[in-house]
């Protein structure tokens, strides 16, 4: 069974820090994505990876940069959070082996709220 | 890129009835459609997808079709019951890409 876990279920954090949050997944898959959930916005890519030390800009990036020095492990960083980053954070990871893309696992999401 | 669009954004149905939720694209290439259903306070999960091969597909009381030439494919809930209440999102994915567009999610109430 595939398990995705994020480091913080809830997170408080003032404008300006610097925020970082973590995923790891336990199922070696190559790719690992994180999301942020808005209402009525759906889920919109932040940045992805496909391999260790591999990363692509998603649809919304400013403000946001990765880091995967481990292939379990997908790490979030918001440079100096602002209150519009102000948001739920999902991460995903996904097999993709031979050219063929698996299914999406989510972890539980983070809810971060910036003051 | 890609935009998909979900309609509608919530749905209220009574128990037993059916709910549908529709999704276009934008992209010809897109060639798989996934669906991924997240109960309250929940992660989202993949209930059901299809690839552009196909026009219909069936799982129990959900199905998904597919209309390649008009760019839209669909969600069916039949016989719906109180667990079925959640947040349906839709997604698409262009040809050997590697990412996921969504649609802005339907949130599905089943009335007792």
């Known amino acids: 069974d595939v398990k995705v876990t994020q480091s913080s279920r809830y997170l408080v954090k003032r404008t300006g820090e610097k925020v970082f949050l973590e995923c790891v997944q336990d199922m070696d898959h190559e790719n690992m994505f994180w999301y942020r959930q808005d209402p009525g916005l759906g889920l919109r890519l932040i940045y992805f990876?496909?391999?260790?030390?591999?990363?692509e800009k998603g649809d919304i990036p400013e403000g946001y940069s990765v880091s995967r020095e481990k292939k379990e492990r997908f790490s979030l960083i918001l440079e100096s959070a602002s209150t519009n980053q102000t948001s739920m954070y999902l991460c995903a990871s996904r097999l993709q082996t031979g050219g063929v893309s698996y299914e999406q696992y989510f972890g539980p999401g983070t809810r971060l709220t910036v003051t | 890129g890609e935009n998909v669009e979900q309609h509608p954004s919530t749905l209220s149905v009574q128990e037993g009835d059916s709910a549908v939720i529709k999704c276009t694209y934008s992209d010809s290439a897109s060639n798989y459609f996934p669906w991924y259903k997240q109960e309250l306070g929940k992660r989202p999960q993949l209930i059901i997808d299809i690839r552009s091969n196909v026009g219909e597909k069936k799982d129990q009381r959900i199905a998904v079709t597919l209309n390649k030439t008009a760019k839209h494919f669909s969600l069916h809930i039949t016989e719906t019951q109180p667990e079925d209440s959640a947040v349906y999102f839709c997604?698409?994915?262009?040809?050997?890409?590697?990412?996921?567009?969504f649609g802005g999610g339907t949130r599905v109430l089943v009335k007792p």
């Open positions: 997604a698409a994915r262009i040809k050997g890409g590697n990412k996921l567009t």
């Open positions: 990876s496909y391999d260790v030390k591999m990363k």
